[in-house]
């Protein structure tokens, strides 16, 4: 009908939501969704299920529009989203510098060709191990942590190396508390009241090899109000001041780190790139001039709002069960083996069928995972026609972020391949953990 009354068609909602999948996901003529050109069908048949797919276009236009929209900033990515040595490539060559947080993800990163100095080293508990590889490679900047790791570092660079200490704002974004990084009691930084922070300059700037260029802060995952940056720029510009009267040091760099929101379901609040962009540069202005304090660079580092969109997850229909007076069931050949957000953080996803377009009626489901547990769902009270039925192809929306790189062997499952599509062609960027692979790590 929508073919025979077009206007029918724009008024209803669209079946792919801009706001939420891929920028190339579309249906094509068999009303599979396709992206990158390829239809998802066509994946499941050569990949098997669940399989990640993540649309290189879509990764690369969200980073060019960083670069757009932030002239001014240095954009670093955030590889602890999602890192593969394509991904950092793609990074990369989009101009972006990469963040890591381990020895695993400076070897990727490394391997990439992403250089050096355009690395920059986080983690709260960085090991030894991680800091002399840090060091030993020559990354740009390491973040400081905690009082003993700078006196790690001290002791073991042979040269001047550039860092900046991690400092909490005290900046509460009323989020969940696992994603709530700005405020004083959790675990990363040091806190500006009781004189932490100062202390921790203190002992940086008393070693001769260690380079202190800046301060660098997080406020926390999921922040839709460009404002509560402003607030963060204001407080680090004092705290930059405060160090220039005590020490007779003048900073330059000012890292605020990312957590940007993006939406999840169609509705969810984004943050706004240019209304980001105009809250840095006012509140740069106002409290550098309040302070009487030259403009230091700034740094942003979006990891989520870059690659969750760009994701796609395949997974196979199992099996359909409506309980008596209670919910109706699709289980699938996934879960929180390959996205632990809802478990973790009551995430909330959006779930398309993939490989047809269904007339029948919607109803409320919950689209269950396979695993030993009873909070194992992917999504709660989701609309999916009425006939959905085993051997069904359904695919979740962004999920390009803290999916692969927090997946994990629950119940012995193998985790799943990440296959980039791109202008009609698939092409696996990791491939699929075996049993065999599980089993070569097992000495008994």
Request: proline share 6%; net charge negative.
């Amino acid at each position: 009908m929508v073919d025979t009354l077009p206007s029918i068609g724009y008024a209803a909602p669209p079946r792919f939501h801009p706001a939420v999948w891929p920028l190339t996901a579309h249906a094509d003529d068999e009303g599979r969704l396709c992206i990158g050109e390829v239809p998802l069908p066509d994946i499941a048949d050569e990949f098997r299920t669940p399989t990640y797919v993540l649309d290189e276009a879509d990764f690369r236009a969200r980073a060019r529009r960083y670069r757009h929209a932030l002239r001014g900033a240095e954009v670093v990515y955030a590889g602890k989203s999602l890192l593969t040595i394509a991904v950092a490539r793609w990074a990369r060559e989009e101009g972006l510098s990469v963040d890591v947080c381990s020895a695993g993800e400076l070897a990727t990163a490394l391997a990439a060709g992403v250089k050096p100095a355009r690395i920059i080293m986080h983690g709260n508990a960085k090991s030894d191990d991680e800091l002399r590889s840090a060091v030993r490679v020559g990354v740009g900047r390491i973040v400081v942590d905690s009082c003993i790791e700078i006196a790690y570092l001290a002791g073991l660079v042979p040269r001047r190396q550039r860092v900046l200490v991690r400092v909490t704002p005290d900046i509460d974004i009323h989020g969940h508390h696992a994603v709530t990084t700005g405020v004083s009691d959790q675990k990363f930084g040091f806190t500006l009241d009781a004189g932490r922070a100062a202390e921790a300059v203190a002992r940086v700037l008393a070693h001769p090899n260690l380079d202190l260029i800046g301060l660098h802060c997080h406020i926390g995952s999921q922040v839709a109000d460009a404002a509560l940056y402003g607030e963060a720029i204001r407080r680090m510009i004092a705290a930059m001041a405060d160090i220039r009267a005590r020490h007779g040091v003048i900073l330059t760099e000012l890292n605020i780190g990312g957590g940007h929101a993006i939406p999840y379901l169609p509705g969810d609040p984004e943050l706004d790139l240019d209304e980001l962009a105009g809250v840095i540069d006012d509140a740069l202005d106002a409290a550098c001039a309040a302070e009487h304090f030259p403009r230091p660079a700034i740094v942003v580092e979006p990891g989520r709002a870059i690659s969750a969109r760009a994701g796609v997850t395949l997974y196979e229909v199992q099996a359909v069960k409506t309980q008596p007076g209670g919910r109706t069931f699709v289980a699938v050949d996934g879960g929180m083996s390959d996205n632990p957000r809802v478990a973790l953080y009551d995430a909330k996803y959006t779930v398309a069928l993939a490989n047809r377009h269904s007339l029948s009626p919607r109803q409320r489901v919950t689209v269950a995972g396979r695993h030993c547990e009873s909070g194992d769902e992917i999504a709660r009270d989701v609309e999916l026609p009425a006939d959905v039925h085993p051997g069904d192809l359904l695919a979740v929306a962004c999920t390009g972020a803290y999916h692969h790189s927090m997946a994990s062997n629950y119940n012995m499952v193998g985790r799943p391949p990440l296959v980039a599509v791109n202008d009609g062609r698939a092409r696996e960027l990791v491939r699929r953990e075996t049993i065999a692979d599980l089993l070569a790590r097992d000495r008994g």
